[in-house]
Structure formats: structure tokens, C-alpha cells
């Protein structure tokens, strides 16, 4: 992966290079004043699909999940 450094007003008249540049797998710094202010990144994917249930079991919740939580809790001690 690379990474390009593009002032933001020139990156406005640059846009479709650089979102052909991210999609390469590389990294756009865009800069104001000289001051970096965002990243271009590609979003990662891990390419293999997710699968319903697979942990299925693997967590489990108290039975007084949603019960009321005492006045100690919220700092009014009685």
C-alpha cells in the first residue's frame, strides 16, 4: 500500500483519480494549509462470506438483564 499526499482543494478537481487510487488498495492523505485533516483508506474486507449462527450458544445474558439497577448505581446514596 502507498500513500498519496493531495491538498483538499486540488483533490476536488482529482476526485475520480483518487478514488480509482484507494480502490488500488492505497492510501489518500488529504491536507489543508500543509496540516493533514482525513484519510482515504479502502474499507477491508476480509473476502470470506459471515455464517448465521455459527456461534450459536457461545454467549449468554443474566436473568435480571433488565432489572431496575439500585440507587447506589447512579451515585444517590441514600
Partial sequence: MTT???EL???????????QHVRAGNEIVLT???KPVMRL???ATSGK????????GMGWM????????PDS????AA
Fill in 41 to 43: 483508506v479502502p474499507i
Fill in 73 to 76: 448505581f447512579w451515585g444517590n
Fill in 9 to 19: 482543494q486540488d483533490a476536488q478537481t482529482q476526485w475520480y483519480e483518487l478514488i
Fill in 62 to 69: 443474566s436473568d435480571d438483564f433488565d432489572a431496575a439497577l
Fill in 32 to 34: 489543508e494549509a500543509q
Fill in 49 to 56: 462470506p459471515r455464517i448465521a449462527g455459527l456461534h450459536t
Fill in 4 to 6: 498519496a499526499t493531495v
